[in-house]
């Protein structure tokens, strides 16, 4: 057994979790070039039915983690994370116990984070050499069209298993303990504002030696919920959240003068953002007014900013304002059940009684309300750029 060293990186606190299940061939090795790293490791045995038991026999000295059956290796890999924390790491590299990765790959995964901050660090495999099976490079394509998608970040590898964990930042709570786990866990760090990146290092897949436990069938299917979840909460929470953020945090004057004034849109595509944020906002989607105006936009290609600014004409103050001029104009074509006086503690629970005559103004109030705004826009934006040219 190799002799264990002192920790190579003093000012970085890590250890390394080694999660396994059935890799009797090559655990030893893995654990011995582990070794040669560093003294700080977490052995995570997900309920191993081959001799993987009387291989950690051998390695008293490490911190072992033993599951009665096989739990997945994301269940194997949250365990080990609670597990380092407890015993006070503030990172943890992971690697595979199958022998694919080089443990002497350790070290730049520190030198990536004292060199450029805390991040979440995955090793990207070169995945276009021969001996990669052509399952696993389509898989990791696959995951990293999804990460971009729900993310706006692109990686070269989202599916390694090599990887630098930030203990302390990541995401507390996670739907999944398979498979799947390690693509949650990079989009929801990613989402809580933890840099996602990559690194390259060495691979090596040896047919004879490496055992996958990868279940085409059901953890394809797993990994393909995961998405659609992950997808939806990206486009009904995350994007919007994101979108509203960044423009708070310019300031309404900066935003004013960048995306209105000084934007290189043409005046015509400005005044049809306005038009389609004011038709939105005074529309009857209550509650989706913010991502129906988004996906819009994008569709329509549209200025985001512009027309998410104009859908907040629906803001509380004017709420009684827009339900009563909605009914009011719903009343000349739709019977009213019962007559609405405006009050400012007018609330959506008014609606309920005269829905047919809400509904039906909302729309031709939102249509004709968009038409004035978007033209009056345009005219805006042509005098000043008049204006403009004269200086």
Excluded at 316 to 336: D, N, Q, T
């Amino acid at each position: 057994m190799t002799t264990i060293p002192e920790n190579p990186v003093a000012n970085v606190h890590f250890c390394v979790i080694i999660p396994t299940y059935n890799n009797q061939k090559t655990l030893a090795s893995v654990i011995d070039s582990v070794l040669e790293q560093t003294q700080d490791v977490i052995i995570v045995n997900d309920g191993a039915t081959d001799s993987t038991p009387e291989i950690l026999k051998n390695y008293p000295q490490l911190t072992q983690i033993h599951f009665p059956e096989n739990r997945g290796k994301g269940m194997a890999l949250r365990k080990g994370f609670k597990k380092a924390l407890e015993l006070g790491y503030d990172y943890a590299v992971t690697i595979d116990s199958d022998g694919q990765h080089f443990a002497s790959d350790i070290p730049a995964f520190i030198r990536e984070i004292e060199e450029n901050g805390a991040a979440l660090v995955i090793g990207s495999r070169n995945m276009t050499t021969e001996d990669i099976p052509k399952k696993s490079s389509f898989g990791n394509q696959f995951s990293n069209f999804w990460f971009w998608f729900e993310t706006n970040k692109r990686l070269t590898d989202t599916q390694s298993g090599f990887r630098l964990y930030p203990l302390k930042k990541m995401p507390k709570r996670y739907f999944t303990n398979k498979f799947e786990f390690e693509i949650e866990v990079i989009v929801r760090s990613s989402w809580k504002g933890i840099p996602v990146k990559n690194i390259p290092i060495k691979i090596l897949y040896d047919p004879n030696e490496r055992v996958s436990h990868f279940r085409p069938f059901k953890d394809f299917t797993r990994i393909s919920i995961l998405n659609t979840v992950l997808v939806i909460i990206a486009l009904f929470y995350i994007k919007p959240r994101d979108f509203v953020r960044s423009l708070k945090k310019k300031g309404f004057k900066k935003f004013f003068l960048e995306n209105i004034l000084h934007n290189e849109d043409s005046k015509l595509k400005k005044s049809l953002s306005i038009a389609l944020g004011v038709f939105v906002g005074i529309s009857p989607f209550w509650g989706f007014h913010t991502v129906l105006v988004l996906l819009l936009a994008t569709a329509l290609r549209l200025n985001k900013a512009i027309a998410f600014t104009f859908s907040n004409i629906s803001i509380a103050p004017l709420i009684p304002f827009v339900i009563y001029a909605s009914l009011k104009m719903g009343g000349y074509f739709f019977p009213a059940k019962k007559d609405v006086i405006l009050s400012t503690s007018m609330t959506l629970a008014d609606i309920q009684e005269n829905i047919g005559q809400y509904l039906i103004g909302s729309f031709i109030l939102a249509a004709v309300m968009s038409a004035i705004m978007g033209l009056a826009g345009y005219l805006s934006l042509s005098v000043f750029e008049t204006l403009k040219n004269k200086k």
